[in-house]
C-alpha cells in the first residue's frame, strides 16, 4: 500500500524532470506556470481526499496521480510551444509515455501503477465512461476535479491581470469581441462542452465556465464557488441575456452540487 513517503520521492522525482524544461527554456514562464499548477493541484487534490475521509494508502495515490498528471506539457510547450492538445499532442498520452519513460513510479506496486496511469491518460477527456471499476472511477473524479480547481485559478488571474505574452495560456485565440451565442445556447441546452465550438476567445471563455457541469465532489464546487471564477470568466463577454442567463444556471448548479452530502 502506498505511504506519503512514496508520495515524496515522486515529488522529488518530478522536479528532477521538470526542471531542466525550466532551465532550458528562453522563456521559462509556461514551465514554471506548470511546475506551479501541479503543486496546487496536489494541495487540492489533499483537500478533497481529506473532504471524503479518505486513508492514508488512497490519499496517497490520489497525491502522487495529481503529481505527474501534466508530466506531458512539458515535452508539449518545448516542441511545439502550445498547450492546445489539437495543434500537437494528447498532452495525457504524452504524458504517460513520459511517466513510463522516466520511470517515476517504478518503486510502486503494480495495481498502484496502472491506476495512476489509467488516471493520467483520462483526466483531459470530455467526460468519463461510467464503466470504470471503483478504484480507477474515485482516483479518475479526483484528479479531474482538482485539476479543474486550479485551471480555475489559473484562468481568473489570468483574465483579471491580462498579459499579451501569456497569450499561449488561451491558446492564443483572438478576442472578436463577440457573444458566443453557439457555444452559450449548446451549453444551456445540452449541460455539456463542445470542443469545437472553441474558435475565438469568448468561446474559450462559455467553456471553462462550462466545466462545471463536469465536476464530481462538493468540495470542489464549494471551493470553486468562492472563488467567484465564473463572473470573471462570462463577465468578459459582451453583456446579453443569454449570457446572464447562461451564468446563472451555471451558478446554480454550482450552489446545488456544493451542498450535496
Wanted: hydrophobic share 45%; charged share 25%.
Amino acid at each position: 500500500m502506498m505511504t506519503h513517503d512514496d508520495f515524496l520521492k515522486i515529488e522529488k522525482q518530478f522536479y528532477a524532470y521538470t526542471t531542466p524544461f525550466v532551465d532550458r527554456a528562453e522563456d521559462a514562464y509556461p514551465f514554471v506556470l506548470k511546475q506551479e499548477h501541479t503543486a496546487r493541484v496536489c494541495k487540492a487534490m489533499r483537500m478533497l481526499c481529506a473532504s471524503l475521509d479518505l486513508d492514508g494508502p488512497k490519499t496517497a495515490r490520489a497525491c502522487a496521480a495529481a503529481m505527474v498528471h501534466d508530466m506531458g506539457r512539458f515535452p508539449q510547450f518545448a516542441v511545439f510551444h502550445t498547450y492546445a492538445d489539437a495543434r500537437s499532442k494528447n498532452h495525457a498520452a504524452l504524458g504517460c509515455r513520459e511517466i513510463v519513460r522516466s520511470n517515476i513510479l517504478s518503486h510502486l506496486s503494480v495495481t498502484d501503477r496502472q491506476l495512476i496511469l489509467r488516471a493520467v491518460a483520462l483526466h483531459n477527456r470530455p467526460r468519463l465512461s461510467g464503466k470504470l471499476g471503483s478504484d480507477l472511477s474515485l482516483l479518475a473524479r479526483l484528479l479531474r476535479d482538482a485539476d479543474k480547481m486550479d485551471i480555475y485559478k489559473v484562468m481568473k488571474d489570468h483574465y483579471l491581470n491580462s498579459d499579451s505574452s501569456h497569450g499561449f495560456i488561451t491558446y492564443d485565440l483572438h478576442d472578436d469581441g463577440k457573444i458566443p451565442t453557439t457555444a452559450a445556447q449548446l451549453l444551456l441546452e445540452t449541460r455539456q462542452n463542445d470542443l469545437s465550438c472553441v474558435n475565438t476567445l469568448n468561446a474559450m471563455r462559455v467553456f471553462q465556465a462550462g466545466m462545471v457541469y463536469d465536476l464530481n465532489f462538493s468540495a470542489a464546487a464549494a471551493a470553486i464557488l468562492d472563488m467567484e471564477v465564473i463572473p470573471v470568466l462570462l463577465g468578459g463577454i459582451p453583456p446579453s441575456e443569454l449570457i446572464t442567463r447562461l451564468e446563472k444556471t451555471l451558478l446554480d448548479h454550482l450552489k446545488s452540487l456544493a451542498t450535496q452530502k
